[in-house]
């Protein structure tokens, strides 16, 4: 095979670490299992377009490639990084291990002797002999992606230079992030979800962050007078507003409520940390569902794969859910009362919305929310409903709300009675409707947030109400209330018009009944649009201008 068709490169090449010949297909690289593993050596390999990677591979019984193509496939050129692995069951004290990793300009030799070794890409590595224990070792290799970059996984270390691979300049730079010894077990978070003393518990609603490999460009910003702003980096601008926005809020829980990532991103893992890393640098629970945006691409991660990811973050309370229920993230998390009382004080519902479907109805159309998903929300609202009526200590006061992130049809709903907030555009939904809504009603739902639309921001309401009953008074049903976008890196502006950035809080009083809400603005000192929205556990109906003239409607 001639050398400038591909290179799988090692200085030195150690005589048991081979380049294989015959094609292996590179599934070998993601299904071998070894436990305990820890690194003995790294590399870079590079093929032309015209050589597919499996064509000449390192013996995969040894080697392993991360699943990151470093150039982010922009480049005539593919390359991978390549880690040697040995299980630390079986080191002998003779055996290499990596012992540290640098990027750029060679490293100083070390005092113990051994020296550093070079590898393609600008990568150092110095290897020390076995000593019985791995916790100086490097026992795990990632790859991130962009100069704005974070890793907030623990223990963790994220290269500050990038690798020297001459990719093109727009391209978002390759990084190592390396971890020492092994991660330590991640703190169980849920200990952490409770009221605080005086009942209250706080949540920011984050929706819509669109977050992207690199810094990404933001087209329709405006300053604090309106004034239309030069194009500019998106992402930057979107960890600082969130960061603003936790700083004031100080909550007990961060609720991501869909289109975490933009469509079409090449490094899914690389947007998603940038997305989280404020929320657990200030250590703050979150719990999150995806969008329609977030998994669309051919090189977007699955949404099962996000969520391992997520799941396996500090402070993270998400759940992929039951698998027999339509989607991933189907699961709900209990509010309890203050320490060492088990008693739950509110329920907190999160579902998967799907995403984007080919439809004849309605461009764009979405995916209901699924049969499955309904009966899984009915069940589990009767079954924690039970188990409160049977516990002789329950608060009288038990509030409960959902979230997802493609509205249900009811937000469009011609009768809908908007309280606070404004709609800005036409609600984007699924055309079926299969009825959650009603599932909603009679779970005894206070309130559903929701996200997608990025420049709707209101709270309404839809009476429940029936033709027979028109001569009694209406029950109003659950607030349905739009988080706003708070990404850069989406759209804000509707036609010619641009909006602020936003974020919706929700505040829970467990002791008196109550929930209000309000939103957090850019640029906006305080408070915008305060609204109480239950009070002593029922649903409250401000009056409004739609109140005038207002005929019984069928429900």
């Not at 400038?4 to 090692?10: A, E, N």
């Amino acid at each position: 095979m001639p050398a400038s068709d591909s290179s799988c490169l090692l200085e030195p090449c150690p005589s048991q670490e081979r380049c294989l010949q015959t094609a292996t297909p590179s599934t070998s690289h993601t299904t071998a299992v070894i436990p305990h593993p820890v690194v003995t050596d790294l590399t870079v390999c590079i093929f032309s377009s015209t050589v597919s990677p499996s064509a000449c591979e390192l013996d995969p019984g040894l080697w392993h490639r991360i699943e990151k193509e470093l150039y982010l496939y922009t480049s005539q050129q593919s390359a991978w990084i390549y880690v040697a692995l040995a299980n630390e069951e079986e080191l002998a004290a003779e055996d290499l291990l990596v012992m540290d990793i640098r990027v750029g300009d060679p490293p100083p030799n070390p005092s113990s002797g051994h020296s550093w070794e070079s590898r393609p890409g600008g990568i150092w590595v110095l290897r020390g002999k076995f000593s019985g224990m791995v916790d100086q070792a490097v026992t795990e290799v990632d790859v991130l992606f962009g100069m704005d970059a974070v890793d907030p996984r623990p223990q963790w270390a994220l290269m500050r230079s990038s690798l020297q691979l001459n990719g093109q300049p727009k391209v978002p730079v390759a990084r190592l992030s390396v971890l020492h010894g092994r991660a330590k077990p991640r703190p169980d978070a849920r200990a952490a979800l409770r009221v605080r003393e005086d009942g209250k518990f706080k949540i920011v609603q984050i929706s819509d962050t669109h977050m992207v490999t690199g810094v990404g460009v933001c087209k329709d910003a405006i300053d604090a007078h309106g004034k239309n702003l030069p194009e500019s980096e998106a992402d930057p601008l979107t960890v600082d507003f969130i960061g603003k926005i936790l700083d004031v809020e100080k909550p007990d829980l961060v609720i991501l409520t869909g289109d975490q990532l933009h469509h079409d991103i090449s490094d899914s893992q690389s947007a998603l940390f940038k997305m989280v890393a404020p929320i657990i640098e200030r250590s703050i629970p979150f719990a999150a569902v995806f969008g329609n945006h977030d998994s669309e691409g051919i090189h977007a991660l699955s949404r099962t794969a996000q969520m391992s990811i997520l799941q396996n973050l500090p402070f993270s309370l998400c759940e992929s859910g039951p698998e027999q229920v339509d989607g991933i993230g189907n699961f709900y998390l209990q509010v309890l009362a203050p320490a060492p009382s088990q008693l739950p004080l509110s329920t907190l519902y999160f579902l998967d919305s799907h995403g984007q479907i080919p439809s004849k109805i309605r461009n764009p159309d979405y995916d209901p929310i699924k049969q499955s998903q309904i009966d899984w929300f009915t069940n589990t609202s009767q079954a924690q409903r039970s188990a409160r009526e049977k516990d002789d200590n329950h608060n009288r006061f038990h509030l409960s709300l959902a979230f997802l992130h493609i509205p249900l049809p009811e937000f469009g709903d011609r009768h809908l009675s908007i309280r606070n907030g404004h709609r800005r555009e036409p609600t984007e939904g699924p055309s079926f409707n299969s009825h959650f809504y009603d599932a909603l009603v009679k779970g005894g739902i206070s309130a559903l947030g929701c996200g997608h639309d990025h420049v709707n921001d209101f709270c309404a309401l839809l009476p429940q109400q029936t033709q027979q009953d028109c001569d009694k008074t209406p029950q109003p049903g659950p607030w349905l209330c739009y988080g706003g976008g708070s990404g850069f890196g989406g759209y804000c502006s509707y036609g010619r018009k641009r909006f602020h950035r936003r974020t919706r809080v929700w505040e829970l009083d467990t002791s008196t009944g109550s929930l209000k809400t309000w939103k957090r603005v850019e640029y906006a000192m305080d408070r915008v649009d305060e609204l109480v929205l239950v009070e002593s556990g029922a649903v409250v109906d401000p009056p409004g201008e739609e109140d005038e003239g207002r005929s019984c409607v069928v429900s």
